[in-house]
């Protein structure tokens, strides 16, 4: 005799109009999202990839962060920087740097670089060059190329990750990889130098670097940044201060001015590459302190916090500028003098700090 059929039971759906999907607002019907205002009518690919990435509990975390580090603060803290700001979400780039446009800037640069030392060589545009510019590019291109290492690991890498939000951090990232690549393509023109002209000596820059008196107050500077343990101090010492008195001025006001009057064709495609990313670079970091000095309620403190700074690393940075008069003197062929270079990125540094609405220090004008 089999078993009564056993009758099974299934709970009916109850559909409650749960809040999340009965509240109407705005982009209730919309199929993009919507929780940031762009800058512009329509949101760019740069803002839908970097704003709001990183979570920040004053904007969408109510419960506060759900990370943090073991000595206490939690996620981006804003304590890791005294200079203060109403919304730091409000920083956005102005050159919309993100991971796609990094590899895409960086390998054209790379590909350009690329077919400039192999066109020399094929042409041995070298042979061309005189004698006391080769020992020049030799001693002080080679030097420099330390410099460019050491803010691209000791200065921006090492605070890629320190800004309260993602788009600074991007900003700061794409910078620090840019000073990597043109410091590596110095080490490339470096070999190739060392390969093709038995003259050269390619080891030279380690020793100019590390004993030459015309470059140690250089060398003590970007030590001294790399110490710097405040995020956006650390950034307003590096891109504004002694990328205007000492970096451009080496690159800019000597090295493209002088090049192709002493045979070499080569060199000011090299380091104008490296030129072209600062003024990138620039760009994003004028932004940021404009922000910070233009602040409603933190403007007015912003800019005696820049004075303070500027107090400390603009007669350093002038000190490192003046100790390099020396080089000037070193090509066979002189088109410019030092204290024209010099009054040149006076004038350039001035024109950022009114960019950015700071007043320019007294002793710039000494």
Sequence with gaps: MSAPAVQRSFPSIEF?????????????????????????????????????????????????????????????????????????????????????TIYRNNSAVVHQVELCLSNAKRAHAYDSWNRPWLKFIERNLGAWMHAENGMALHVFTSIQRSGPTNMINTAVAVNAAHKMRFAQDLALFNLDLSDEEADFDGAAHKEVWQSAPEWQPTREAVERLTSIGDWCQLLFATNIVFEQLVGSLFRTDLVM????????????????????????DLSYTRNL????????????????????????????????????????????????????????????????????????PEELNK
């Design 289 to 360: 302190f404009r922000m910070l000095s233009r602040d409603e309620e933190f403007g007015a403190a912003n800019k005696a916090l820049f004075a303070d700074w500027m107090a400390e690393w603009v007669p350093r940075c002038l000190s490192a500028a003046q100790a390099l008069q020396p080089i000037w003197s070193q090509p066979a062929d002189k088109t410019v003098t030092f204290a024209t270079s010099l009054d040149a990125a006076k004038a350039r540094f001035a024109e950022v700090l009114k960019s950015i609405e700071v007043d320019v």
């Design 257 to 280: 001015q002088v090049a192709a009057r002493n045979g070499d064709y080569i060199t000011p495609t090299i380091v104008g590459t490296g030129e072209h990313d600062y003024d990138r």
């Design 16 to 100: 409650t109009d749960a809040e999340a999907g009965a509240l109407e607002f705005p982009s209730s019907k919309s199929r993009k999202y919507s929780y940031y205002e762009p800058a512009k009518k329509r949101s760019t690919m740069y803002e839908d990839v970097t704003v709001d990435v990183q979570p920040d509990p004053a904007r969408h975390l109510t419960q506060g962060w759900i990370y943090g580090f073991g000595d206490g603060p939690g996620g981006y803290p804003q304590e890791w920087t005294t200079a203060k700001s109403s919304n730091w979400h409000a920083f956005l780039d102005p050159n919309e740097e993100w991971d796609q």
